[in-house]
């Protein structure tokens, strides 16, 4: 197990670095110097050669890169933007727990819903619990999650007064108030994985549940519900799997909704950095974000190991 | 008697016919996502024709009109129609989407079809640690940011000049590559180890030959099936990236972009400027999941996995 762990955080370690890698050449290769996004059209050849010696631009981009990892890694600092020289890990400290929060109530939101609608649509196939389940999964999956936002806005917060149209409440103003301006945000980012895992949880208690060692439990004279808890377990290692990808996604859709429902959360930090090009805040939202990913997939993969651990043992 | 034999013979046929149809799409559901398709690419070809007003044409007067008469879905800010914009909106999503998962395409399974057909080598090692090591990147994410810092400008390839939203297609594609590659490379690994592939060596043929006459075929079924449902995601993000103003730029018109006008008249009620367009790309998405579908269990039925977008 131990073995197994160890090689699967080597080896999202190892696919961080290529990916960050990929991410700092991709942002150094755009064609505008920063120092001429910063310094404006009138600045001379000098001052933009003179900007890009003091900010370090004028290295190759390896050694630029690998100075940018060891601050990102030794001391978790991302560095200063060249726009605006504010620090960006007050940016990111400031912005991120806002879309965490959505993101986190949101999946809790999807995942349970998906599971118990995705386990009772196929214990009882082709009921009407079922066809809802299923027509919920096409639906859900088509429908691009702001738009259902834009929709209820409309509908909750414009023609009734049930909720704030927008913005986003802190906790520290009233519960009530707080858990009111998220909840239209955090119903729209769950709609499309509650789909997606639905119909996930569905097919694949399906395929156990048709399994020969299924019918030899039952035979054997274990109770139903106990065959079920043990057909779920090995159910849900697909579902898993697709959960931990979802959750980092999810980061993406957020990024949407925030916007329509004019939450400033990582959505503003990243939009408003792309507006002025401040393309190290760029860089730095896309890291933060890639880092969650990878985190929540490794996450996935370790329970999925102590969910079968016959998966584990071949893998290792 | 003759004509009604006839006629009953043509009549058998037909039906013949509709049901090898259905069956080649996977099922009712399947046949209504390849229908939903195919009236998605008419509108988009001819929606010269098709379209009732000029999408880009600003009046005045008829400004945020209800829908009615002569605009069957209304109006917009500038008096523009709405329903001949929806039309002309296809063109962008459908080209961003195809060319993405053309590229994609292009590249994924020439990667994945070498990797997994010359195994062995260092090189299949390398491209795929590679490719699972890319694959850790939340798609969404990465189109807005790099679209977005790249700047929004037409952009200039020899004598041809291309909107903003070439570059979320260039991007789009790089991003399915993994998938794609990763897809080709099962299948490639496993029908290369096959009794025929063995056979045709002892024929002499040449290793590429086999590859791409023989392998390249049998590994088709799954991605097409993954291309499909690719289709439909890039028509998602498509809109989510130009619905935050970084894809297609206005005036052209594409569901996105119209959403984020819309986000500007939700308060004051004017509903339709933000249900026509969510609806269009909701009908096109599903028409593209039904297809994938459809598709996957009658070509595919083992890969039960549903992809996953944002």
């Known amino acids: 197990m131990l073995v197994l762990i160890l090689r699967r955080a080597g080896f999202s370690l190892f696919s961080l670095l290529v990916v960050s890698l990929i991410l700092f050449a991709l942002t150094r290769s755009i064609p505008d110097s920063p120092a001429r996004i910063v310094l404006g059209d009138e600045a001379t050849e000098e001052q933009i050669a003179q900007f890009e010696a003091d900010h370090g631009l004028d290295r190759p981009v390896l050694v630029q890169y690998l100075a940018w990892l060891e601050r990102l890694v030794l001391h978790g600092d991302l560095g200063r933007s060249f726009t605006t020289r504010l620090d960006m890990n007050a940016q990111v400290t400031e912005t991120l727990p806002v879309t965490l929060e959505l993101v986190c109530i949101g999946f809790v939101v999807a995942l349970t819903i998906s599971l118990v609608l995705g386990t009772l649509s196929a214990l009882w196939r082709d009921s009407p619990v079922d066809y809802a389940a299923r027509l919920l999964a096409v639906l859900g999956v088509s429908i691009p999650g702001f738009w259902p936002a834009l929709v209820l806005v409309l509908a909750l ?106 939450i400033g959360g990582m959505s503003r930090a990243l939009l408003t950095a792309i507006q002025q090009r401040d393309y190290a805040l760029v860089q730095a939202v896309v890291m933060m974000f890639t880092i969650i990913f990878v985190v929540a997939n490794l996450i996935a993969d370790l329970l999925n190991a102590w969910l079968n651990p016959r998966l584990a043992a071949r893998a290792a | 008697m003759s004509v009604t034999l006839t006629h009953d013979g043509a009549w058998r046929r037909g039906m013949d016919r509709l049901r090898r149809i259905v069956a080649a799409c996977g099922g009712p559901a399947g046949c209504l996502g390849a229908a939903i398709v195919l009236a998605l690419l008419v509108l988009a070809v001819f929606a010269t024709w098709i379209a009732p007003h000029d999408p880009l044409r600003v009046s005045l007067p008829d400004q945020l009109l209800e829908p009615g008469g002569d605009f069957p879905f209304g109006t917009d800010q500038s008096g523009r129609d709405v329903l001949s914009r929806v039309i002309w909106a296809s063109r962008a999503s459908l080209a961003v989407a195809g060319v993405a998962v053309l590229i994609g395409l292009a590249l994924g399974v020439t990667l994945g ?124 993000i498509e809109a989510s990236v130009s619905f935050v103003g970084l894809g297609v730029q206005p005036p052209t018109p594409s569901w996105g972009n119209m959403l984020a006008d819309a ?46 977008a944002g």
């Open chain 1, 157 to 262: 917060t414009v023609e009734r007064d049930w909720f704030p149209p927008g913005g986003f409440v802190p906790l520290g103003e009233g519960l009530a108030e707080h858990l009111r301006s998220i909840a239209l945000p955090c119903l729209c980012l769950s709609v499309f994985y509650m789909a997606v895992l639905t119909r996930m949880t569905r097919s694949s208690l399906l395929e156990v549940l048709g399994q020969d060692y299924m019918r030899t439990a039952r035979a054997a004279g274990l109770s139903r519900p106990r065959v079920l808890l043990y057909g779920l377990r090995n159910a849900l290692v697909p579902v898993v799997t697709i959960a931990g990808v979802s959750f980092g996604h999810m980061f993406g859709l957020a990024l949407i909704i925030e916007r329509v429902f004019n």
């Open chain 2, 263 to 308: 986000r500007n008249y939700l308060l004051s009620g004017e509903w339709w400027l933000s249900v026509f367009p969510g609806a269009a790309i909701s009908v096109t998405v599903i028409g593209f999941n039904l297809l994938g579908d459809g598709l996957r269990d009658r070509l595919d039925p083992r890969h039960a996995l549903p992809t996953v």
């Open chain 2, 113 to 236: 079809l070498s990797a997994g057909f010359f195994r062995g080598g260092w090189a299949e090692q390398a491209i795929m640690r590679l490719l699972d090591a890319v694959a850790a990147i939340p798609v969404l994410i990465w189109a807005i940011a790099l679209v977005g810092i790249f700047g929004i400008r037409e952009i200039e390839i020899g004598p041809f000049t291309f909107g903003n939203e070439v570059k979320l297609m260039l991007m789009l594609g790089l991003l399915y590559v993994p998938t794609l590659a990763r897809i080709t490379y099962t299948s490639a690994a496993s029908e290369s180890q096959a009794n025929y592939v063995a056979a045709r060596r002892l024929q002499g043929v040449p290793g590429w030959r086999i590859m791409l006459s023989d392998v390249l075929p049998n590994c088709l079924s799954p991605v097409i099936v993954q291309a499909t449902l690719m289709l439909a995601l890039g028509i998602i």
